[in-house]
């Protein structure tokens, strides 16, 4: 099909050419060097697991690059927590704050994904313990300092993240305990006995599965709410991802996260809600969570990949650390990664990508409803109506079509055990498109 839509890059690439296998010789020479010399051009609809948003060699990040304040933040790193640069708070005020998610104001900023989950977990944990000793001006008793040095309560506290069955939020100490998405991720590595709630295991299509998911749903809400109630070590906060993206991309209604909301209201536990990988545009909203029209914000939203800056956005003040110190490291984020964030929420803004999105979500949903009608075995629980082009499907033989896929020019990902994810960037158009669902036909009409 051809559009009269103009490209937002006239020199982009019209569309894919492979001149060899995929790796190439030139490529399997020089592979200790990562260095890709066989000239094959790609359709990238998995955008470094899902971390590139305006595209690659952008022209206004590469402008952005080249600025007095990107030259500073590069060679003159501060260490945030104690000496941050003069112009700190414009940049978070022009950038990171801009897009704050509705009701929460503030922003601790981080490293990583991880690093964000990390920290946003610590806050919790303060928080709950300044709560139960009765405010943050009350003294940390001499039980508590040196029982903190042994690793014991009460200055290690018995608490715990409560997390979901499928979730992933990261490979450190803390959010690996709350990452259930493979094996391969936690083996070897000591945990945390933190409580995992199952996640809904929705039937598709949805509109034929009405009363199965609702009860799926409540269920899951039930067995939150009693390992809230029951777990040994008391949760003081619910981590969950607006679509479980590593573990296979696994979705839920509005309706589950409006009453995991009220659960977490209900027992007076936090709710960090993990965008890292579905924020910043890519379901159409700035961020996934907009779609389940909350009436109170989650205590905590997390952020990293598209946003190149890491971090998490929190609107209670009670939420800061009450101490010098208790939330510390030495670079506490990155103003050249807050710079470059900054630059990316300009050109969503200057070119309408959220609409853009939206848009091309819904268009590229509809080809591919029609290709599952064609080959209902090979596309399988197609997922992810109406959020933009956060789209995923099942496929039996998934690892080789992904593979295949790149013999037609199309670099695309999986998650879970059998699905394949599209994360295309927030620039992906109507033409970009229509290579890939003519890729996709060509590779399950191939079976």
């Given amino acids: 099909m051809v559009h009269e839509e103009k490209p937002f890059f006239p020199e982009e690439p019209a569309g894919p050419e492979i001149k060899t296998a995929i ?4 490529s399997l020479k020089a592979v200790k060097d990562l260095d890709h010399l066989d000239g094959n051009v790609l359709l990238d609809v998995y955008a470094q697991i899902a971390s590139i948003a305006v595209g690659y060699n952008n022209p206004s990040l590469i402008l952005e690059a080249t600025t007095p304040e990107m030259t500073s933040a590069l060679i003159n790193r501060p260490a945030l927590g104690n000496f941050p640069q003069h112009d700190w708070l414009s940049i978070l005020e022009t950038g990171i704050l801009k897009v704050a998610p509705k009701g929460l104001n503030q922003v601790f ?8 989950n990390e920290t946003a977990y610590k806050a919790a944990f303060m928080y709950r313990r300044r709560q139960e000793r009765g405010g943050p001006d009350v003294d940390f008793t001499a039980e508590e300092i040196l029982s903190s040095m042994n690793n014991q309560a009460p200055g290690a ?10 979730g992933f939020h990261g490979r450190l100490f803390g959010s690996l305990s709350t990452t259930r998405s493979k094996p391969i991720h936690k083996l070897d590595i000591p945990a945390f006995n933190w409580p995992q709630a199952p996640f809904p295991a929705l039937r598709y299509p949805l509109e034929e599965n009405t009363e199965a998911n609702a009860a799926e749903e409540q269920m899951c809400l039930n067995e939150t709410e009693h390992l809230i109630k029951t777990w040994p070590l008391p949760p003081a906060a619910v981590v969950v991802e607006p679509v479980q993206s590593e573990g296979g991309d696994n979705h839920a209604s509005p309706a589950f996260f409006r009453g995991l909301r ?8 936090l709710l960090i809600v993990d965008e890292v990988q579905t924020g910043v545009g890519s379901t159409g909203k700035f961020w996934a969570h907009e779609h389940w029209n909350l009436s109170d914000p989650p205590d905590m939203v997390t952020f990293s990949k598209k946003a190149q800056a890491a971090g998490y956005y929190f609107g209670n003040p009670a939420l800061r650390p009450n101490r010098p110190y208790r939330q510390f490291n030495t670079w506490m984020g990155d103003p050249a990664r807050a710079l470059l964030f900054r630059a990316v929420v300009r050109e969503i803004e200057r070119l309408d990508l959220l609409a853009n999105t939206a848009r091309v979500g819904d268009y590229l949903f509809a080809g591919l409803e029609q290709l599952a009608k064609q080959y209902p075995t090979e596309i399988q629980n197609l997922r992810g109506k109406g959020q933009g082009t956060f789209i995923a499907f099942d496929n039996p033989q998934r690892d080789q079509f992904l593979k295949r896929a790149k013999t037609l020019g199309i670099n695309i990902g999986g998650s879970g055990a059998r699905a394949i994810r599209l994360r295309p960037m927030l620039i992906f158009q109507r033409h970009h498109a229509d290579i890939l669902l003519d890729a996709i036909e060509k590779l399950v009409k191939s079976v």
């Fill in 23 to 26: 790796p190439g010789p030139r």
């Fill in 109 to 116: 900023t981080a490293m990583a994904g991880s690093d964000a």
């Fill in 157 to 166: 506290p018995n608490l715990s993240i409560l997390s979901f069955t499928s």
């Fill in 262 to 269: 009220a659960l977490t209201q209900k027992h007076n536990v």
